[in-house]
């Protein structure tokens, strides 16, 4: 029996007995066992610190002063570098990557390199920059750009989303250190397969500085962590979501309907994940690009057909990020943590796991892939982000819902009923333009089914890290992620919600503290990078 059919055999003998055990109860038993855990984990990793009489949970101070001091120390990378970053997917620069390039010019040694000389030196990597950013940006582009964003407004009224932006604005920083180094400290075998990511960079690069002990600690934290996201966030929550609009849109209510789409999806997801990263990146290349511009189509469609809402919804927003109404609780404060924490959710700049999709990219320049990393943020939060938010604010306008007001993860409505996460925004859509949430429903498949491809693949470099390389290791970590896939559906909003916010939030503590070790690593490779576009652009304007 070849290894295609060993796994689908496995899948094929598990699903049936999860989908006739759920038909009697098990989803309910599932969640009555999981919610404890889960809240308790919730409760752990965003421990909080009194600051000027607030409690502002440690995680979340992490991620906004590490963003902060990287936006800073590299000169504001995420706005003058922005245009070269576009450049770099493009492809303008790939001549760099396949040339020699002497020149005259002043001389700067990088890591024995000598940058104004650079040698012909092979490519490495197994996707070009596209498809490594499309990997990456389907793994944060999903259901948190829709899902979550109706939560952060529901708890922190329309203010998060500024706090969301502002997050967004400086993650992309984050963002540019974590790529740089996923790609300077990855490791490529004999047959050229890349295995990169914040295990490679933390263990190998905190070595470089002699700290071998607390490298090879934080690796494998990170990646049991990490593995337990793509469970979670990266997969339960996915399908969670995906199920809650397909069975709210056509009225499948029924007690085995969720774990029949779960299989579903399950299913579509295992024939695309056995080929791994070159079969994710093919699929999401393609994928990525038309559910995004499904969504933005859709999102501006509604906005600017209720035009003359758009000055007081963008007006709420700014407003009630300094002073929000009296029902949000925590004031100020409480708004700005709900924009951070679901901005986190949603692009995991912080976190280091787009960093391993990225690492496979073919190049021999580490910051020209970080370049490349800084778009995702952008493109996930201050665009997409944004969109639903305006949406939602204005579908709010006459009070369909009362902001502060959430319980189990879902807020309070006009007639009495809780609505919450995908639903609400469908509300919102299908409200502005009667119909419009059919849209949503594919758009929504979409983002579900390329986030959980890639936060296979996620999942899968970490597992390999800590049990080795082989056909068995992928076997069983693919079945595990898979029946995550069909059980997501059977968890509650608020239990997936609580679950999948922790655990990508708890990557940020082994990652940014190897990032705030490795940064002038980072350093030494931008300046590596930008040289050689200078020369690059002297050749080519000298032609």
């Given at each position: 029996m070849s290894f295609k059919q060993k796994i689908f055999h496995v899948l094929f003998i598990s699903f049936p007995i999860i989908g006739q055990a759920q038909s009697k109860g098990l989803d309910e038993q599932i969640n009555d066992a999981f919610m404890p855990f889960a809240s308790w984990w919730e409760g752990f990793i965003l421990s909080t610190v009194n600051v000027a009489g607030h409690k502002i949970p440690i995680v979340l101070m992490l991620l906004l002063l590490g963003a902060l001091f990287f936006t800073i120390y590299f000169g504001f990378v995420n706005i003058k570098y922005f245009p070269t970053a576009i450049q770099v997917v493009r492809g303008k620069y790939d001549e760099i990557e396949s040339q020699s390039i002497i020149t005259n010019a002043n001389v700067h040694e990088v890591d024995c390199d000598i940058v104004d000389t650079i040698k012909d030196e092979s490519h490495h990597g197994e996707v070009n920059h596209f498809q490594a950013l499309a990997t990456a940006v389907s793994g944060t582009v999903g259901l948190g750009n829709i899902a979550m964003v109706a939560v952060a407004i529901s708890i922190g009224g329309p203010g998060a989303t500024f706090w969301m932006i502002v997050a967004g604005l400086l993650g992309m920083s984050t963002k540019f250190v974590e790529c740089t180094l996923g790609v300077k400290y990855r490791d490529i075998d004999e047959d050229g397969n890349v295995y990169g990511g914040p295990m490679y960079y933390l263990s190998r690069g905190l070595k470089e500085q002699g700290?071998?002990?607390?490298?090879?600690?934080?690796?494998?934290?990170?990646?049991?962590?990490?593995?337990?996201a793509s469970f979670g966030g990266g997969n339960a929550f996915q399908t969670n979501q995906a199920a809650a609009q397909i069975i709210g849109r056509f009225g499948l209510e029924g007690t085995s309907t969720g774990s029949i789409i779960?299989?579903?999806?399950?299913?579509?997801?295992?024939?695309?994940?056995?080929?791994?990263i070159k079969r994710i990146a093919k699929v999401t290349e393609k994928v990525v690009p038309f559910?995004?511009?499904?969504?933005?189509?859709?999102?501006?469609?509604?906005?600017?057909s209720?035009?003359?809402?758009?000055?007081?919804?963008?007006s709420l927003i700014f407003s009630e990020a300094f002073t929000p109404r009296a029902t949000i609780a925590g004031g100020f404060i409480g708004v700005m943590i709900q924009g951070f924490r679901r901005a986190a959710f949603s692009n995991e700049a912080g976190a280091g796991s787009a960093a391993i999709a990225h690492s496979a990219v073919n190049t021999k320049y580490a910051a020209s892939e970080g370049l490349v990393g800084l778009l995702e943020p952008f493109i996930d939060t201050v665009v997409i982000c944004s969109m639903t938010a305006i949406i939602i604010v204005m579908f709010n306008m006459d009070g369909a819902f009362a902001y502060g007001d959430v319980m189990n993860g879902q807020a309070?409505?006009?007639?009495?009923?809780?609505?919450?996460?995908?639903?609400?925004?469908?509300?919102?859509?299908?409200?502005?333009?009667?119909?419009?949430s059919y849209v949503l429903v594919v758009a929504v498949c979409l983002f579900a089914f390329s986030t959980i491809l890639s936060w296979s693949y996620y999942g899968l470099q970490s597992w390999k890290y800590l049990f080795g390389r082989g056909k068995f290791t992928d076997l069983s970590y693919k079945?595990?992620?898979?029946?995550f896939t069909v059980l997501g559906a059977a968890i509650t909003l608020d239990?997936?919600?609580?679950?999948?916010d922790a655990m990508i939030l708890a990557l940020?503590?082994?990652?940014?503290?190897?990032?705030?070790?490795?940064?002038p690593k980072v350093r030494q490779e931008f300046v590596r990078f930008i040289d050689a576009i200078k020369v690059f652009k002297t050749d080519e304007d000298g032609n």
């Open positions: 700290l071998v002990k607390l490298g090879k600690t934080l690796a494998a934290l990170f990646a049991v962590l990490c593995v337990g779960g299989v579903a999806f399950a299913i579509l997801v295992g024939i695309v994940i056995i080929g791994g559910m995004a511009v499904l969504y933005v189509a859709a999102a501006l469609f509604i906005i600017f209720n035009f003359s809402f758009i000055d007081d919804a963008i309070l409505m006009a007639d009495g009923s809780r609505v919450g996460g995908v639903n609400l925004t469908s509300l919102a859509f299908d409200k502005a333009i009667p119909g419009s079945v595990l992620f898979l029946v239990a997936v919600i609580k679950f999948s940020v503590f082994p990652n940014m503290i190897g990032l705030l070790f490795l940064f």
